[in-house]
């Protein structure tokens, strides 16, 4: 049995064979639907039910909450049609898209950033040109290994593309990259996906936030703002567990010190000792400088307890949610246990 999905006010509808989901058939039919994850963890794909009936397997309560289902808002990358339905992707008109490239790259430069981050740098071998905005991410495959998904840390004109990969104790592919990948070898890129993209029309105050090798994303949003002569206000947070786990702090440093509209902001969660950093929680440093959002867009990407706690901690600060852009990094235990809690 198929049923018809109407994406309402774009004229556009396709067919969902049963047991398929929204998004995957949208895309297989090449109708242009915002996604990023595709696996219930980012909300990129989060659209208005008008009618029918639907089905979701399990998703994040980070990419949809129960308040937002109750208002009949659905994940369409985790809903299986019942019925025929008419829907509307709710962040269409921000939709951005970037053709969909293949490329294989060849790691032209290795650096151990910290004890357990690398930063592995690629030249497009094939495939190019690579067109992505600043914040999205891609699929990366490593010799024989399941693809994962990284942030790129470059600006989208450089040539050489950046990512910032953290060892995943007893993962399947981040023990290779840290102790095995070497110059020369190829790597498998695809993408770009995600929605937490720079908004380069915003002209207000921005408030960034990283935490661990979130830091990629939010280093390509900063860096194209900066090119693009950015003006407004803008503050990094850096979250991190202890100083050693702290990288990247002279070049933000020293951005700090040629721009006054930029501030740099490393806070350690467990100094562990005496430190003059910021100590505390991420979400708590924001909260302890600022008293009214509004206006503000923020961009946010990490750990999902970190970026989940700070989008809540900004919302209460004024910050509408449509102007908070947010990538959390799940693991794949991460997005496991989310499949057990269901
Ligand atoms: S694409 Fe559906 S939640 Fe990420």
């Given at each position: 049995m198929n049923y018809k999905v109407t994406i309402r006010d774009k004229n556009a509808a396709f067919v969902v064979a049963m047991g398929k989901t929204i998004l995957e058939s949208a895309l297989g039919q090449d109708i242009d639907f915002p996604h990023g994850c595709r696996s219930g963890n980012c909300g990129a794909c989060k659209s208005i039910l008008h009618s029918g009936d639907v089905e979701m397997s399990p998703y994040s309560d980070y990419a949809l909450t129960s308040e937002e289902k109750e208002r009949g808002l659905i994940l369409a990358c985790r809903s299986v049609p019942w019925s025929d339905c008419e829907l509307s992707p709710i962040d269409e008109d921000e939709a951005i898209v970037h053709a969909n490239r293949q490329l294989i790259c060849e790691v032209i430069d290795l650096e151990?950033?910290?004890?357990?981050i690398q930063i592995v740098r690629l030249k497009i071998s094939?495939?190019?040109p690579y067109d992505f905005s600043a914040g999205q991410y891609a699929a990366v495959t490593f010799q024989d290994l399941p693809p994962r998904d990284y942030s790129m840390?470059?600006?989208?004109?450089?040539?050489i593309l950046e990512f910032h990969i953290r060892l995943v104790p007893g993962g399947a592919v981040t023990p290779y990259v840290l102790n095995e990948l070497k110059t020369g070898d190829q790597v498998l890129v695809q993408g770009p996906f995600?929605?937490?993209?720079?908004?380069?029309s915003h002209r207000g105050p921005i408030i960034a936030a990283a935490g661990g090798s979130g830091l990629a994303p939010i280093k390509s949003i900063l860096d194209t703002a900066f090119a693009k002569g950015a003006k407004q206000p803008i503050t990094l947070y850096f979250g991190v567990r202890?100083?050693?786990?702290?990288?990247?702090t002279d070049y933000f440093n020293e951005l700090t010190n040629s721009r006054d509209n930029f501030d740099f902001i490393p806070v350690l969660s467990e100094p562990g000792s005496e430190t003059k950093r910021r100590t505390g929680f991420l979400a708590d440093a924001v909260a302890a400088d600022f008293t009214d959002l509004d206006g503000y867009k923020a961009y946010l990407a990490g750990p999902p307890i970190m970026v989940e706690s700070t989008v809540e901690k900004l919302k209460l600060l004024g910050l509408d949610r449509s102007d908070c852009h947010a990538d959390a990094f799940y693991t794949e235990a991460d997005k496991k246990k989310l499949e057990e809690k269901a």
């Open positions: 151990q950033a910290t004890h357990d094939a495939g190019g840390a470059n600006i989208p004109a450089d040539n995600g929605t937490a993209y720079y908004r380069d202890e100083e050693r786990d702290l990288y990247m």
